[in-house]
């Protein structure tokens, strides 16, 4: 006679397999070394991957932000936002700053979800809800990145009307706060009124941001970079991938062009009064 393999384990019971404490095994699940899954309030594991785990590599290290991506992607597409949310703490348990997550992680994460909806890998519907869930991550995490003090100055940031894609240019509002910076976060598909009466309104305004991601929207982009000059002499940054490179952005009356949230922070931060 010969023991029966059970179906599944339950996290405590893979945590005495394994002579760890039952937190240590909770660790092993956030940061995806071991895989396991939610059944009410209970965690289950397969023995299958409890021994690829005991005889796996799982002491590599988790805090590169690659390991992660695939995870944030799986768990977007399928709805599951606690899943989701794991995800993230268990990136910010290891080596990986709020600030890494969301340029090494979120973001290919974004575009890899774009390029499968572009390939009809994806359709809309399921497009649509893991950029919800993934805006409310977002939103989660963003407290983070606040700052005490005195602020740099204060950047206008938003998209131009007909743009409604909205997750890329929230995050770069969060990392240039986190650089000290106060940010007038407009969103997305602002109209070029509104862009104006935030610059003539905003306390030590130093710049205006504006983020692009159609390649169909430049008339409604130079329109805006006009009327805000007429208020405002601050320099103006284009980025995002509406852009396609310095000439064109300059073509479109901006002063510059920041491919990334990293060289927007760059240029505030050099141009700063």
């Known amino acids: 006679m010969t023991d029966e393999v059970p179906d599944s384990l339950t996290l405590q019971a893979a945590a ?28 289950e594991v397969d023995p299958v991957d409890l021994r690829a785990f005991q005889e796996g590599s799982h002491e590599t290290t988790p805090s590169d932000p690659d390991l992660w991506v695939d995870r944030f992607v799986s768990r977007a597409i399928s709805g599951d936002e606690a899943g989701l949310w794991d995800v993230v703490t268990g990136a910010l ?30 359709d809309v519907a399921q497009e649509h809800r893991a950029s919800k869930l993934v805006g ?9 990145f606040r700052t005490r003090g005195v602020k740099k100055g204060t950047i206008v940031l938003g998209s131009v009307q007909g743009d409604d894609h909205e997750l890329g240019g929230t995050m770069v509002a969060d990392l240039l706060r986190s650089e000290g910076f106060a940010v007038d976060d407009l969103g997305s598909n602002v109209p070029t009124s509104s862009f104006v009466h935030a610059c003539t309104e905003s306390d030590r305004l130093i710049g205006v941001a504006i983020a692009s991601y159609l390649e169909s929207n430049d008339d409604q982009i130079r329109a805006a970079i006009a009327a805000i000059a007429t208020t405002t002499a601050v320099p103006i940054v284009l980025g995002g991938p509406g852009i396609r490179d310095e000439d ?18 760059a240029f505030f931060s050099s141009n700063k009064p």
């Open 16 to 43: 005495d397999e394994l002579g760890v404490h039952y937190m240590t095994a909770y660790r092993y699940v956030r940061i995806g070394s071991l895989h396991a899954t939610k059944r009410g309030k209970i965690w």
């Open 93 to 122: 348990d290891t080596k990986l700053k709020p600030a890494d997550v969301y340029i090494s992680v979120i973001g290919p994460a974004l575009r890899s979800i774009g390029d499968e909806w572009s390939a009809g890998r994806l």
């Open 136 to 144: 409310r991550v977002i939103a989660r995490l963003s407290p983070r």
């Open 248 to 265: 064109h952005a300059q073509n479109l009356g901006a002063t510059a062009h920041a491919p990334t949230a990293s060289e927007a922070i």
